[in-house]
């Protein structure tokens, strides 16, 4: 499986994420997660995607992204060096007291913030890379999940290599 | 003034001359200002062949063509016309009504989501929801459609933005951040494409669509560097298919030369082309010695099929004649005389023993008319016949669905280009099939007397499937036979107010050709021809452009039976 983790900087208008998931979907690539907020230029948006697939190459898809009109910059963070972060909602149960006790004591472990406390259970943030996200929930499966939810991931480029430096020409105030 | 007018001014301000179109309710609005305009609007009788003039009137022209067409169905009767343009990088601007803002969404009388349709075959579309907003988008439009690698646009207006008081202005400023076409080639990517050129022994250049634009700056590489030339479906008429150097057309139909000069070649020239499945057969076996040299403007099409060796994103025009200026006249005498030792052996040829045959229909239409006319197709096996026995002279002549394969295209496509180049004749090569699937446009060619010749190569079948059952699914021929309920088609053309003809064999046939199109007259002749003719040479599919079957294309000494020959 290929999985990549792209950035594309789009013009902020509606039907833009449509075109772009139809080019996704028609050469076959899932799309895992995807995160869409304002850039740091008005009128352009940041976009997250997560995607994979058995056998395409991510060359052509790239290259369609770039024909679109409303598509300003494509960064395929997967080639370069970058940071990823993701959040996560996760509310677990707790039966017991002790069971409590030890919750928090992996959830500091994590630095997960506790954002909801109840009898039966205990809602916590947590941010991090997916491998972070991933043990905390196998830690978490022991007392029984309830219910979670990601934002999926979003990244960028590690300072000094050369993508960065086009993401700042396209955002640029 | 109201955005209906508006559009109008807007669309005047591009140049536009001419418009085909259907109204409907949600584009009355435009339709009733198109009443106080001197814009000429062509009326078409479904709004897909409306598309496909539009698309040819670009074609024929350079010049981009509008269609017009109401919300819902008429919006999707475009679709194909849309996908075809789109397909063939064609520069069309198709404005669509819609129903009003506040009903959008709301499964409203003749209401489709046109916008999401149209998305995966437009360069770019608009649903323009500010009345204001129209000369920008207009700009933008026109502007997209034709730079870069030319495409269609659609914009969709809403009736009761149609209807709002205009109070914007008409100087609009392009800034489209995301859309910026390479036209210029990088200088080092030429010089390695020239260094390749001149070191190889075996060159051939290959040209495609993009030639039509840059046929100028082909004819000269090709004059200075005396390098051999292949057109594709798409490319002919951007090289002159009679001169010395021309190879034909190379891929599934294409000429024996062509095809092995594909497969010993040591570099291949590609210049404004995708190398489309039907030109390369199976990749593996496409050119495999070759170094793959590869112009084009769009970057997306550069290794998407066939690795390019040295790329060169650019415009032709821009780029072949700096390339030109590093390349010299090629020593390549031994491959060009191994090229005509193939051009000799393998002209174009078919046998006479039978009732009359297509191929001989379509040979007197070039004699008679030199070449110099327009050509339209329809899709099928008169098609192919037609790209190699009347393959234009000149650029922006010949006019084919060469992407898309669309049956339906060329009798409207000839209306396109008749009105782009009204002091023409234009023939349009049909078959009894394809003609049928857009036949109600006779209507249009009566309206305005356009000087069109429809020959039907009528063999009463869907040829080109036929072909392909008899060939690989062992004769069951299904769902092909049309000879039973056909029309008489000279009575039909009576019945439109046009010349019609039925012709059964070939004296009358190449008595009577001359004579009608010197009538300068809109026509329609029915060659009944024979059923079970077949194109060659073919290049099964999945097989590779060395494998094609000769068949009847084979000289007389050799056994006549279809065989497959390795070359």
């Known amino acids: 499986m290929n999985q990549h983790i792209m950035s594309v900087t789009v013009r902020d208008k509606p039907g833009v994420l449509v075109r772009i998931a139809g080019l996704f979907a028609r050469r076959g690539f899932n799309i895992e997660s995807l995160s869409v907020a304002q850039s740091s230029r008005p009128g ?97 499966r022991a007392f029984g999940i309830i219910e979670l939810i990601r934002t999926g991931r979003i990244a960028l480029t590690r300072s000094g290599s050369d993508a960065e430096t086009k993401i700042d020409r396209a955002e640029a105030p | ?45 479904h709004e897909q062949a409306g598309a496909h003039a539009a698309d040819a009137y670009y074609r024929a022209s350079g010049k981009v063509g509008v269609v017009f067409a109401t919300s819902g169905p008429g919006a999707c009767n475009l679709v194909t016309g849309l996908a075809t343009a789109h397909m063939d990088s064609s520069a069309v601007v198709a404005v669509t009504g819609n129903v009003p803002l506040p009903l959008i969404g709301t ?82 990517q030429i010089k390695k494409a020239a260094q390749a050129i001149r070191s190889a022994k075996k060159p051939i250049m290959m040209v495609g669509g993009g030639g039509q634009t840059g046929y100028e700056q082909v004819i000269e590489f090709a004059e200075k560097t005396g390098i051999p030339v292949i057109t594709t479906l798409m490319g002919i008429g951007a090289y002159p298919s009679g001169a010395s150097q021309a190879l034909g057309m190379p891929g599934m139909h294409g000429t024996v030369t062509a095809n092995r000069a594909i497969t010993h070649c040591d570099l291949i020239l590609g210049a404004g082309l995708r190398f489309d499945d039907r030109v390369t057969g199976k990749i593996s076996r496409f050119a495999p010695n070759a170094t793959i040299v590869h112009i084009d403007i769009d970057p997306a099409e550069i290794s998407k099929l066939v690795k390019a060796h040295v790329p060169v994103v650019g415009d032709l025009r821009e780029v072949l004649p700096r390339l030109g200026e590093l390349v010299d006249w090629l020593e390549i005498e031994e491959w060009w005389q191994t090229l005509s030792e193939w051009k000799g052996r393998y ?133 092909v036979y049309l000879a039973d309920s056909n029309p008489d088609f000279a009575k039909l053309a009576e019945a439109y107010g046009i010349d019609g003809y039925n012709i ?57 039976e279809s065989k497959k020959v390795k070359s």
């Open chain 2, 504 to 560: 059964f064999d070939r004296e009358t046939a190449a008595e009577i050709v001359p004579q009608v199109l010197a009538k300068g007259k809109p026509a329609v002749m029915n060659f009944v021809v024979y059923e079970s003719e077949k194109v060659f040479p073919m290049v099964p599919m999945g097989a590779g452009v060395d494998e094609m079957i000769i068949g009847d294309q084979e000289p007389e000494e050799s056994p006549v």
């Open chain 1, 44 to 140: 352009l948006s940041r976009t997250t995607f997560v995607i994979s697939s058995q056998d395409e190459s991510i060359e052509q898809v790239e290259k369609q992204l770039q024909k679109l009109i409303d598509v300003v910059k494509v960064i395929d963070h997967t080639e370069s060096n970058y940071v990823d972060r993701e959040l996560m909602l996760i509310k677990v149960r707790v039966d017991t007291p002790d069971d409590r006790v030890e919750i928090r004591q992996i959830a500091q472990d994590f630095r997960a913030r506790i954002v909801d406390v109840a009898r039966e259970g205990l809602v916590f943030e947590v941010t991090g890379d997916e491998g972070k996200l991933r043990a905390f929930i196998e830690q978490m």
């Open chain 2, 107 to 188: 499964d409203a009388f003749q209401e489709a989501d046109v916008y999401g349709i149209t998305g995966p075959v437009t360069k770019h579309n608009y649903l323009i929801k500010d009345v204001n907003e129209i000369p920008q988008v207009v700009a933008e439009a026109f502007y997209i459609a034709s730079t870069g690698r030319p495409g269609p646009v659609l914009i969709d207006i809403p009736k009761d933005v149609q209807l709002a008081e205009f109070t914007g202005s008409f100087d609009v400023e392009i800034e489209l951040p995301g859309y910026k076409p390479t036209v210029a080639g990088h200088s080092g």
């Open chain 2, 347 to 479: 002209p174009e040829r078919f046998k006479q023993d039978k009732p009359l045959v297509s191929q001989e229909v379509i040979q007197m239409f070039r004699e008679a008319t030199g070449g110099d006319c327009v050509v339209t197709t329809e899709v099928g096996q008169h098609q192919m016949f037609a790209a190699r026995l009347f393959p234009t002279n000149r650029p922006r002549t010949w006019i084919t669905s060469g992407g898309l394969g669309t049956m339906g295209f060329g009798l409207p496509a000839a209306i396109g280009a008749s009105f782009a180049r009204p002091n023409e004749v234009v023939v349009c090569i049909a078959g009894d099939g394809s003609v049928q699937m857009n036949i109600q446009e006779l209507a249009t060619i009566f309206k305005h007397q356009l000087p069109i010749v429809i020959a039907i190569c009528n063999n009463g079948m869907l040829g080109m499937v036929r072909q392909w059952q008899e060939m690989f699914s062992a004769q069951r021929y299904s769902e």
């Open chain 2, 1 to 45: 003034m109201k955005g209906s007018t508006a559009l109008l001014k807007a669309l005047e301000r591009q140049g536009v001359e001419v418009i085909f179109g259907h109204p409907g309710g949600a584009i009355l609005p435009i339709y009733d200002a198109l009443y106080d305009e001197t814009l000429k609007h062509v009326l078409v009788r």
